[in-house]
């Protein structure tokens, strides 16, 4: 799975590397520890609107904030968002919360790099240490995503809610040896076919990491204080003095 990482280029950055042009007036924050229902930013590939609501006759790749935990749009209250934060590839194309978004309504997280908890066997028993995974290069990631509108039932007025979910996929060399599983990053090649709403069954994309190819990972062991989400900062990405070396994916 994918439930924690990090995000902190500036809104300027994100919108020159992506492409995209802004939506939401209001900056985000740099975060060394997003976590399932945080405000996110995200790219999406859809029409812009005039100030009338009329959208415009072709799409435009827009930088958004939304909430990070997909409420499909025909759930009955919100909090089902927290357990819809990841979408595996495997049955992301068929299951009923996510198949809609995937036919019409993908996009790319950014993303510096991810965390997850790898098990280490120690004097005192087997304990978690946390690791972190980001491009040695310094290269902003793409996971890809879905996200959704959802509004409660009955309620006209009240103002639509956007969330959205990072897909997974099976973790592959020495990825696997921290985790079964992983964020799908795609490609810098692969982000206008992923993002293009024309495209309803992108399903070459829905596949697993290839090392060869891939963004070149360091694997670094971490401070356990990223455990706690209250805890944010750059101090979180130091390397932690433990018995793991960092290890390289090439």
């Not at 975060?31 to 009329?54: E, F, Q, S």
């Not at 090649?189 to 990972?217: I, Q």
Request: aromatic residues 8%.
């Amino acid at each position: 799975m994918c439930g924690r990482y990090v995000s902190v280029r500036s809104d300027s950055d994100l919108l020159r590397e992506f492409d995209a042009v802004p939506v939401d007036e209001a900056a985000m924050e740099p975060d060394y520890n997003v976590a399932p229902t945080k405000p996110v930013r995200i790219v999406v590939n859809r029409p812009l609107r005039d100030a009338d609501g009329t959208p415009q006759p072709a799409p435009t790749r827009q930088l958004r904030v939304v909430t990070w935990g997909l409420v499909p749009s025909w759930a009955k209250d919100r909090s089902i968002g927290a357990k819809m934060i990841n979408a595996r590839v495997e049955s992301v194309p068929t299951k009923p919360a996510f198949r809609k978004a995937f036919a019409r309504r993908r996009c790319l997280v950014p993303a510096d790099g991810w965390y997850e908890w790898r098990t280490v066997d120690t004097p005192d028993g087997p304990r978690k240490q946390p690791m972190y995974m980001t491009p040695q290069d310094g290269h902003v990631l793409g996971f890809a995503g879905l996200y959704e509108f959802w509004s409660p039932p009955g309620d006209g007025s009240a103002p639509t809610l956007t969330t959205c979910t990072i897909v997974t996929a099976a973790a592959e060399g020495a990825l696997a040896e921290i985790h079964d599983r992983m964020p799908l990053v795609l490609p810098r090649r692969a982000w206008d076919r992923w993002l293009d709403p024309a495209v309803d069954d992108p399903l070459d994309l829905l596949k697993s990491w290839d090392e060869v190819s891939g963004e070149h990972l360091e694997l670094r062991p971490v401070s356990p204080a990223v455990n706690k989400v209250d805890n944010n900062g750059p101090e979180l990405l130091r390397p932690a003095p433990a018995d793991l070396e960092a290890q390289r994916l090439f």
